[in-house]
Structures are given as C-alpha cells and as structure tokens.
C-alpha cells in the first residue's frame, strides 16, 4: 500500500474503535500499520479519538523515528511492544494496545478469555486468548512474555496484560480494529452469561466446519 493509504487506514480504525467504544475514558491508545519490510506508521501519542493523518511518524523496526514529528516521550515506553511483534510474525499487517472495556475485565483478573464465540473463529482465533504475567509497560519483561505468545500460538492475534489492557495483531488496521471489538464484545458476553450458568464451550467440530463455511461463501468477517 501506498504511505497515504496506510495512513488512512490507521485514522478510520482509530475512528472505529472510537464510535465502538473500545477506548477507556482517556480515549489514549496506540494504533501502528506495517509500512514495508523495514518500516510502520505509528500513532504519535495522546487521544485517537480524532486522530488524524498527521498524527502518526514513520519508525523503522529498530523504533527509529525516520519521518514526521517526534513521537511523545510517553511513546518510547510502547514502540518495542509494536515493532517486535512485526518482526516475529511477517502476516501481522496491524497492531493495536488499548484498554476495551471488556477485555480489560478479563486482564484485572488475570483471566483467558475462553473461545466461546463463534464470531472469533472467522478471525483465525483458534484457542482462548491468554494473559500474561504482569511486568511495567513495555519492559522487557512485558514485551518479552507478548512475543513468546506471538511465537508459540501462531493462531492467536492477540494477547492481554494482566493488570493493564489488550494488544490485537491482525491483517490490516480496520481488521484489527474489528478483532478488537469482537473480541471485547465476546468478553462483554461472557461476563454476562455467567448469570444464566457460565458461557459454553463450542463443539469441537466448530473451527472446522466454520472453514469450510468460509472457503464456501467468501471470508469475510
């Protein structure tokens, strides 16, 4: 993609997450998009509420600034977090840090969340989404445990921080920007079917029979 398009796509999923309400009451989060093989666009810092193009600076996957205003000192603490994810999986396009509501629940208390709903399966999510243990923003202790998840669940997009937020990896920005809230909504659903018993687990048979389902009638989330 051309660098305005990858712009862009950054801007309307920053949009999208906040018309689905998937930012927490400071509307701060960080959005970043695989540029080329060497390079992303990144959030610059503060509020993506009303984020807009010239709002993000290019970094090279070392967490080099090489275009654009300087990021916010804040910043420094989560491009590693960003950048290593790009470097150990090459099919991540996207990957977005915030606090959804929901899923934010789950990583307070150090809880999975349990692939329970089926929405999830056409995002690739083939097993519960773990939390890791907790550690101070993109430290490496913290980043260090993402990346072993990054590594050893290669159908896992996502990750939370226990005690803090969520990090989603997906194609593309506004597709991340739809795992996030499905996986916020799947969490919001959990939470709530525990009145009526506990969520249930899906047949074992549901990963595969959604596949063909999709390769039938097209991929689309």
Same mark, same amino acid.
Request: proline share 5%.
């Given at each position: 993609?051309?660098?305005?398009?990858?712009?862009?796509?950054?801007?309307?999923?920053?949009?999208?997450?906040?018309?689905?309400?998937? !930012? $927490?009451?400071?509307?701060?989060?960080?959005?970043?998009?695989?540029?080329?093989?060497?390079?992303?666009?990144?959030?610059?810092?503060?509020?993506?509420?009303?984020?807009?193009?010239?709002?993000?600076?290019?970094?090279?996957?070392?967490?080099?600034? &090489?275009?654009?205003?300087?990021?916010?000192? &804040?910043?420094?603490?989560?491009?590693?977090?960003?950048?290593?994810?790009?470097?150990?999986?090459?099919?991540?396009?996207?990957?977005?840090?915030?606090? *959804? +509501?929901?899923?934010?629940? $789950? *990583?307070?208390?150090?809880?999975?969340?349990?692939?329970?709903?089926?929405? #999830?399966?056409? $995002?690739?999510?083939?097993?519960?989404?773990?939390?890791?243990?907790?550690? +101070?923003?993109?430290?490496?202790?913290?980043?260090?445990? %993402?990346?072993?998840?990054?590594?050893?669940? +290669?159908? #896992?997009? =996502?990750?939370?921080?226990?005690?803090?937020? *969520? !990090?989603?990896?997906?194609?593309?920005? %506004?597709? &991340?920007?739809?795992?996030?809230?499905?996986?916020?909504?799947? =969490?919001?659903? %959990?939470?709530?079917?525990?009145?009526?018993?506990?969520?249930?687990? !899906?047949?074992?048979?549901?990963?595969?029979?959604?596949?063909?389902?999709?390769?039938? $009638?097209?991929?689309?989330?």
């Amino acid at each position: 993609m051309q660098q305005q398009q990858v712009r862009q796509s950054i801007v309307d999923a920053a949009h999208l997450l906040a018309d689905s309400g998937m !930012l $927490f009451r400071g509307e701060h989060a960080n959005l970043s998009a695989r540029l080329d093989d060497t390079h992303i666009i990144m959030t610059r810092g503060g509020s993506v509420a009303n984020l807009r193009m010239e709002d993000l600076a290019v970094l090279d996957l070392n967490g080099r600034l &090489t275009q654009g205003e300087a990021m916010d000192p &804040t910043m420094q603490e989560v491009i590693q977090m960003h950048t290593r994810v790009y470097l150990a999986r090459d099919s991540v396009g996207a990957v977005i840090h915030t606090h *959804a +509501p929901h899923m934010t629940v $789950f *990583a307070v208390a150090h809880q999975p969340i349990p692939l329970v709903y089926e929405p #999830l399966l056409r $995002f690739g999510v083939t097993e519960s989404v773990p939390v890791v243990p907790w550690a +101070p923003r993109g430290s490496d202790q913290s980043v260090n445990a %993402i990346v072993d998840v990054v590594h050893g669940h +290669p159908g #896992l997009p =996502a990750v939370m921080m226990a005690n803090h937020g *969520a !990090l989603v990896f997906h194609q593309d920005p %506004i597709s &991340t920007a739809r795992l996030l809230a499905t996986l916020d909504e799947a =969490a919001e659903l %959990i939470i709530q079917a525990k009145a009526l018993g506990g969520a249930q687990e !899906l047949p074992s048979q549901a990963i595969d029979a959604v596949r063909e389902r999709m390769a039938t $009638f097209g991929s689309r989330q």
